[in-house]
């Protein structure tokens, strides 16, 4: 009786296991579908709209790193760069060493003239990409871009 009611207890949590998990990657592939239809719209310069489809699909998917930095996007292309910040670390607090957020938080330093938190990213992207990388080159390249324009603002004496 009671190895009947452990087998019909382990049955059942293997079928429920089997279920979440299809579940699971049915909303991972709605939440990933959403975000090409997001992208594109971003490709479009529809940001607000953009924002939309990322939203929903991290409702989807709420560890989903793309919706999340694209929300940053959509968000900062709509003149928040604050809250696009927010995503950018929420991207991060999942994926602390993604490149891509990273490179978009930096960038979003930058904006918001945090000189120090900018050159922090930099400095671990250039301990993840010992070989350098894309997200490098393009931190570096704003870093540099940022120090020409302050040099330039600063008086001559």
Not at 107 to 116: G, H, I, P, S, Y
């Amino acid at each position: 009786m009671i190895k009947k009611a452990i087998f019909s207890a382990a049955l059942v949590t293997a079928i429920s296991f089997s279920a979440v998990g299809e579940t699971d990657g049915k909303y991972r592939n709605i939440s990933r579908q959403l975000v090409a239809e997001a992208n594109i719209a971003m490709g479009a310069e529809r940001a607000t709209d953009a924002q939309l489809l990322f939203e929903r699909a991290l409702t989807a998917d709420p560890a989903n790193i793309e919706a999340l930095l694209g929300l940053g996007r959509s968000h900062e292309a709509q003149g928040r760069v604050g809250r696009g910040l927010k995503y950018y670390r929420q991207a991060l607090e999942i994926e602390p060493n993604d490149k891509v957020a990273l490179e978009a938080q930096a960038l979003a330093f930058l904006k918001r003239e945090m000189l120090d938190r900018a050159d922090a990213n930099r400095e671990k992207l250039a301990r993840l990409c010992p070989n350098g990388c894309d997200a490098l080159d393009a931190v570096e390249s704003a870093l540099e871009a940022y120090l020409a324009v302050d040099k330039i603002k600063e008086p001559k004496q």
